[in-house]
């Protein structure tokens, strides 16, 4: 939907904390030689996309560190998802009508791309990765596929 080619501005992007300005939220884009690299590596963490517009995200796609700085065993290995309309308030992406949190599979080495389809697709302008347990540090790389307004993004077949 415009991480990894561009189409999501750096400043759509935001992390409840980043390591340093080299590793920001907007370093976290698939296939980028750059890295999403959080200061803490704790349950508290969390990466967001800033879709401008509300769109509906049917997949999510996550790689880990690019290697860089010594950080090729780093990796999330599972994450959870919550979205929003407003920037404030989040629901949580729950687990069959249940009120525990979905977790995703992620990453089990730094390179490959890992691709998992939602349960639901989430319809929002805001969504959070939040990753729930990782190898080495929080250091990720994200796409998230879907649509704009009933079209599919380009490429998503």
């Known amino acids: 939907m415009g991480m990894e080619n561009g189409n999501i501005s750096d400043s759509a992007l935001k992390a409840f904390t980043e390591l340093r300005d080299a590793t920001g939220p907007s370093k976290g884009r698939v296939n980028h030689h750059t890295t999403y690299i959080a200061k803490e590596s704790n349950k508290e963490q969390w990466i967001q996309v800033d879709f401008g517009k509300v769109a509906k995200v049917s997949k999510i796609g996550t790689q880990g560190c690019y ?67 990782w190898n080495g540090r929080i250091s990720m790389r994200l796409e998230l596929y879907g649509c704009y307004s009933g079209k599919m993004a380009k490429g998503l077949g």
């Open 67 to 133: 290697n860089q700085h010594h950080c090729n065993e780093e990796w999330v290995s599972k994450y959870t998802v919550s979205y929003g309309f407003n920037g404030e308030y989040f629901e949580n992406q729950l687990q069959n009508s249940s009120d525990v949190r979905r977790e995703y599979e992620a990453n089990k080495d730094s390179a490959n791309l890992v691709v998992n389809t939602l349960d639901e697709p989430i319809v929002a302008r805001y969504v959070r990765i939040h990753p729930s347990a």
